[in-house]
């Protein structure tokens, strides 16, 4: 497959957060950027925009952006959301599946390759535990709802060829570069591109004693955990200030 206009939407995770690059808009790089630069080698006249900002749910993930990426008449669109709305403390899953349905309706219509994907499996221990059974019914709602439009699934929840703890920031909560590349990877294969990418090695993370875990966890709340439980206290957004790093179609280099 050749595509020549590629855009990308979503919220943190497709912007990129976790793998900074200051010389590229927003800071950062990510998967999305990584795909697009392959992309960008198959032809001539390949353009690449990215709508995601960090912190949207997915109300206004499609409220935002979906009516601004069929304006750019993209021949492949991808498509990350729900993350955000699976974390708050209440969210309607079935309503939330209806949102979704919708746009992916939206986006097919324009004849575009639509990629969506699942969330990846926090397994039974951890921070996301609590909210794992959550994130399994979601998931199987990008499912059905894929398979209705014939959209492509990236499915995360199914990767359990590269250890969570190694491919995750140190916010535990985004994708860190390793996690970028292996999913610009993923991607590729699911559109059936050719590349070059190689399959990341990532080693686990060393097991920390009693007291070094208590440290590690100690540290982790206070620089992220209480600022995200803030934000959602005081009902902002990290996204609040951030702006789309690639608002139109643009040369990739």
Do not use: C
């Amino acid at each position: 497959m050749t595509f020549h206009r590629y855009v990308a939407l979503g919220d943190s995770f497709t912007e990129g957060v976790g793998d900074p690059d200051p010389a590229r808009p927003n800071g950062l790089r990510g998967w999305a950027d990584r795909v697009a630069e392959v992309l960008a080698q198959q032809t001539d006249d390949f353009g690449y925009a990215n709508l995601a900002i960090r912190g949207r749910k997915l109300g206004p993930i499609v409220a935002e952006q979906v009516d601004d990426a069929v304006a750019l008449e993209p021949d492949l669109i991808t498509i990350h959301g729900g993350g955000n709305d699976v974390l708050r403390p209440r969210v309607d899953l079935d309503a939330l599946a209806r949102t979704y349905d919708d746009a992916i309706s939206r986006l097919s219509a324009t004849g575009a390759r639509v990629v969506m994907f699942t969330i990846f499996d926090p397994g039974g221990k951890g921070i996301y535990a609590p909210v794992r059974g959550r994130m399994a019914i979601f998931n199987e709602w990008v499912r059905e709802i894929a398979d209705r439009h014939d959209a492509t699934v990236v499915d995360m929840w199914r990767m359990r060829d590269v250890d969570i703890a190694g491919v995750m920031d140190t916010d535990r909560m985004h994708l860190n570069h390793h996690g970028h590349a292996h999913i610009a990877r993923a991607v590729l294969d699911a559109i059936g591109v050719e590349h070059a990418l190689e399959p990341i090695a990532v080693e686990p993370p060393p097991l920390l004693g009693r007291r070094d875990r208590w440290a590690a966890n100690a540290q982790w709340t206070r620089e992220f955990l209480v600022p995200w439980v803030h934000r959602r206290v005081t009902g902002r957004s990290s996204g609040d200030t951030v702006s789309p790093k690639r608002p139109g179609l643009s040369a990739v280099r």
